[in-house]
């Protein structure tokens, strides 16, 4: 018997980055990415609002930082993130119905979660600054 | 889908899970999921329509009966479907001695901040 078996690399079962990145897979881990995202999102909501109850100026100081570029930039990251988990968990729900679960169904609902995310996104930014004026 | 159809009939005779709440975890992750379609639908409206509102404006909407009532319910909702899921997260990734930590930090920390929000909202319902 060889001596080196016991020091050589056991071989491991293949792992997610030898795979293809597929719409599948891809929408099912960014669907776990946007939760953790939006679990941060939930964090500055209740920081909003606390400073909204602590009075004018301190709102003031949290608005100012929203109005900001790179403030801008991460609600506008978070608005993309709340429609994919939105439209991700949808889909999830009617999975959980026990519907759609054929392949042609699987990607037809797949890129429909895309399509539509971008696409709500897009609006309700088109809409903020239409209200903004 | 009866949650009770998900288990073997010998649990469910005994009225148990495989761990007693691994299906409870998963149907609640559901349950919090359709309460916050509409809720979160509603809170980004809103947040859309007061886009460059000034604070009284933004406190006197907020002050109203159901922006109140649907802020507090956002937010119990939110922070429960935020707990379910982040302990998932935990569970499929931490392995570690600090997975115990995790956990009692997730489920601290989204109790305490439910509590801060719902208080921050009323305190703003009743103009205190």
Not at chain 2, 14 to 35: I, K, P, Q, T
């Given at each position: 018997?060889?001596?080196?078996?016991t020091?050589?690399?056991?071989?491991l079962?293949?792992?997610?980055?030898?795979?293809?990145?597929?719409?599948?897979?891809?929408?099912?881990?960014?669907?776990?990415?946007?939760?953790?995202?939006?679990?941060?999102?939930?964090?500055?909501?209740?920081?909003w609002?606390?400073?909204?109850?602590?009075?004018?100026?301190?709102?003031?100081?949290?608005?100012?930082?929203?109005?900001?570029?790179?403030?801008q930039?991460?609600?506008?990251?978070?608005?993309?993130?709340?429609?994919?988990?939105?439209?991700?968990?949808?889909?999830?729900?009617?999975?959980?119905?026990?519907?759609?679960?054929?392949?042609?169904?699987?990607?037809?609902?797949?890129?429909?979660?895309?399509?539509a995310?971008?696409?709500?996104?897009?609006?309700a930014?088109?809409?903020?600054?239409?209200?903004?004026? | 889908?009866?949650?009770?159809?998900?288990?073997?009939?010998?649990?469910?005779?005994?009225?148990?899970g495989?761990?007693?709440?691994?299906?409870?975890?998963?149907?609640?992750?559901?349950?919090?999921?359709?309460?916050?379609?509409?809720?979160?639908l509603?809170?980004?409206?809103?947040?859309?329509?007061?886009t460059?509102?000034?604070?009284?404006?933004?406190?006197?909407w907020?002050r109203?009966?159901?922006?109140?009532?649907?802020?507090?319910?956002?937010?119990?909702?939110?922070?429960?479907?935020?707990?379910?899921?982040?302990?998932?997260?935990i569970?499929?990734?931490?392995?570690?001695?600090?997975k115990?930590?995790?956990?009692?930090?997730?489920?601290?920390?989204?109790?305490?901040?439910?509590t801060?929000?719902?208080?921050?909202?009323?305190?703003?319902?009743?103009?205190?």
């Amino acid at each position: 018997m060889p001596n080196s078996t016991t020091e050589r690399t056991r071989p491991l079962s293949p792992n997610i980055q030898i795979y293809r990145p597929q719409l599948t897979s891809v929408l099912s881990i960014a669907n776990r990415i946007t939760g953790v995202v939006l679990s941060v999102c939930a964090v500055v909501l209740v920081v909003w609002l606390i400073a909204a109850a602590t009075g004018p100026q301190t709102y003031a100081v949290v608005q100012g930082v929203i109005a900001s570029w790179i403030g801008q930039v991460v609600l506008f990251g978070g608005t993309f993130a709340f429609f994919l988990h939105l439209c991700g968990g949808i889909r999830h729900l009617v999975w959980d119905a026990g519907y759609g679960f054929a392949l042609r169904s699987i990607y037809a609902s797949g890129w429909a979660v895309v399509v539509a995310s971008v696409a709500l996104t897009v609006a309700a930014w088109v809409v903020s600054l239409f209200v903004a004026g | 889908m009866d949650r009770q159809r998900t288990r073997s009939p010998l649990a469910r005779a005994m009225g148990l899970g495989s761990a007693r709440e691994g299906v409870e975890h998963w149907w609640m992750e559901r349950v919090s999921a359709v309460a916050l379609v509409p809720l979160t639908l509603w809170f980004v409206a809103s947040i859309i329509a007061h886009t460059g509102s000034d604070y009284a404006t933004f406190t006197a909407w907020l002050r109203t009966p159901l922006a109140s009532i649907l802020m507090i319910l956002l937010l119990i909702a939110l922070f429960y479907h935020t707990a379910l899921g982040l302990l998932v997260v935990i569970e499929d990734y931490v392995h570690s001695g600090a997975k115990f930590a995790a956990h009692v930090a997730v489920r601290l920390g989204c109790f305490a901040l439910a509590t801060a929000g719902i208080v921050a909202a009323f305190r703003i319902a009743v103009g205190g």
